[in-house]
């Protein structure tokens, strides 16, 4: 099965300063790896995916994320992190599925504080 | 452009009632539709999904069931509920592509809260 990590419960920022989110995925094949964001009581939210190509992809509200195959990582990186960034992130990989389809398995989340 | 609904958007219930939330995609058709359950703000656990109208898959046994009676109605029912039935469902639908050559991303809808007391 595939699987994804995210090794931080919680990443404090200062704002301006620059942020990364990490997440490692265990996958056979090649990986189709994306990143979610969440704000409190509201459903997740694309922020971007990798499925083939370059290694740096850019995503929604200046997020960008590293794909790594060496390293099995696929982190979530701001250069400049705003307040308005505080949320729960989540990384995810994809998982085909008996009949065509294909789901999503989510890491266990990453709380991102950025303060003043 | 495709949207989903969820609703209600939130619901307490007793212990032992019924259950049915409901989720609607618009602007797209046979999407794969997806319940998925968020306990104590964190984990998200694939409950159910379904490639077609009539067509469910359950990811974990439990309490609860899935229907899909139109193409883009998805429903999740409970007879009788349980305190551990407590959490944040949400629907999701699968994005551009279709079969195996999709990329594969997830689009919520905006999520039912539910609390068993």
């Known amino acids: 099965a595939q699987s994804v990590a995210q090794p931080e419960d919680q990443v404090n920022v200062a704002e301006g300063n620059p942020l990364t989110v990490k997440c490692t995925y265990s996958?056979?094949?090649?990986?189709?790896l994306f990143w979610y964001v969440q704000y409190p009581n509201r459903g997740l939210q694309f922020l971007l995916k990798?499925?083939?190509?370059?290694?740096l992809v850019k995503g929604s509200y200046g997020f960008e994320a590293e794909f790594n195959k060496s390293q099995t990582s696929f982190h979530l990186k701001k250069p400049s992190a705003l307040v308005s960034d505080s949320a729960l992130y989540f990384c995810?990989?994809?998982?085909?599925?008996?009949?065509?389809?294909?789901?999503?398995?989510f890491g266990t989340g990453t709380q991102l504080k950025v303060e003043l | 452009s495709q949207t989903i609904h969820q609703w209600p958007a939130t619901l307490v219930q007793p212990v032992g009632s019924p259950l049915s939330l409901e989720c609607t995609v618009e602007?797209?058709?046979?999407?794969?539709l997806y319940w998925y359950r968020q306990a104590a703000g964190r984990g998200l656990q694939l409950l159910f999904y379904?490639?077609?109208?009539?067509?469910i898959s359950s990811e974990v046994p439990q309490n609860l069931s899935a229907s899909r009676p139109q193409d883009r109605q998805f429903i999740l029912s409970s007879k009788k509920l349980l305190l551990s039935d407590s959490g944040f469902y949400l629907c999701?639908?699968?994005?551009?592509?279709?079969?195996?050559?999709?990329?594969?991303?997830?689009?919520f809808g905006e999520g039912s809260r539910l609390t068993v007391l």
């Open positions: 999701a639908w699968r994005g551009e592509g279709s079969g195996r050559l999709g990329t594969g991303e997830l689009f």
């Open positions: 990798y499925i083939t190509g370059d290694n």
């Open positions: 995810a990989v994809r998982e085909m599925v008996t009949g065509g389809g294909n789901k999503l398995t």
């Open positions: 996958v056979s094949g090649n990986p189709y």
């Open positions: 602007g797209t058709s046979n999407p794969n």
């Open positions: 379904s490639v077609g109208i009539g067509q």
